[in-house]
């Protein structure tokens, strides 16, 4: 089974601030079926990312997902104060689908 | 509007069974596979499984073989979950979530389970 590993574990930075989130597995993915959610406290994850690179619908155009192979990236280029949330990555693989254990954008 | 609508919260003591519904509005249940998540207190977010609605295909988790089942009512458009043999550690809320090829767009509002005695 692929295993995700997202690092940092958490990212404390300040608002206009750049997040660069990684996101490594055990084996190589396509890039068709890398998608990245957004999760707030009290509520269901949401896409912003999928394809590896292409925004879901409503997400902001200051989320970008890059990558290929075992290493994916999110960034945020300009941290707004909604942004602060933990990210999971999420591979749908024909070896059964697998999540990351999530970073943590915090306010510094 | 796709909306995945889940049955509510649960008690249940250790040894106990479990079944959560998720019921689908908005598009063609067949359409999309669904997924179920869980996600312990404090912790990251488990995939279960899934189930195919056209057909009623799963694939279930390794951690979960044999005590995991998921089925589907097409004639109302819900998906379940049963998870038996429930233990403490089984407390979390369970989500389920649409599948189409990589992405998964909408989600249900989460159910929480309580396993204690």
């Known amino acids: 089974e692929i295993v995700l590993t997202q690092s940092p574990g958490t990212l404390s930075l300040s608002p206009g601030e750049r997040a660069t989130l990684s996101c490594r597995a055990s084996?190589?993915?396509?890039?068709?079926?890398l998608a990245w959610y957004q999760q707030k406290p009290g509520q269901a994850p949401r896409l912003l990312i999928h394809?590896?690179?292409s925004r879901a619908t409503g997400t902001p155009d200051r989320f970008s997902g890059s990558g290929s192979g075992t290493d994916f990236t999110l960034t945020i280029s300009r941290l707004e104060p909604e942004d602060f949330a933990v990210y999971y990555c999420?591979?749908?693989?024909?070896?059964?689908?697998?999540f990351g254990q999530g970073t943590k954008v915090e306010i510094k | 509007q796709v909306q995945l609508v889940q049955s509510g919260a649960e008690v249940k003591k250790p040894g106990a069974s479990l079944r959560v519904s998720c019921k689908a509005a908005?598009?063609?249940?067949?359409?999309?596979?669904i997924q179920w998540v869980r996600q312990a207190p404090g912790r990251g977010l488990e995939w279960m499984g899934l189930?195919?609605?056209?057909?009623?295909?799963?694939d279930y988790a390794r951690k979960f073989q044999g005590r995991l089942i998921m089925t589907r009512d097409t004639s109302t458009s819900t998906a379940y979950m049963e998870l038996s043999s429930l233990k403490s550690e089984d407390t979390a809320v369970y989500y389920c979530?649409?599948?189409?090829?990589?992405?998964?767009?909408?989600w249900g509002q989460g159910t929480l389970v309580t396993v204690s005695s």
């Open positions: 084996q190589s993915v396509s890039r068709s079926f």
């Open positions: 189930i195919n609605p056209s057909g009623g295909s799963t």
């Open positions: 394809g590896a690179s």
């Open positions: 979530a649409t599948r189409y090829g990589g992405r998964s767009d909408y």
């Open positions: 908005g598009y063609t249940f067949n359409n999309f596979y």
């Open positions: 999420q591979q749908f693989g024909s070896s059964r689908t697998a």
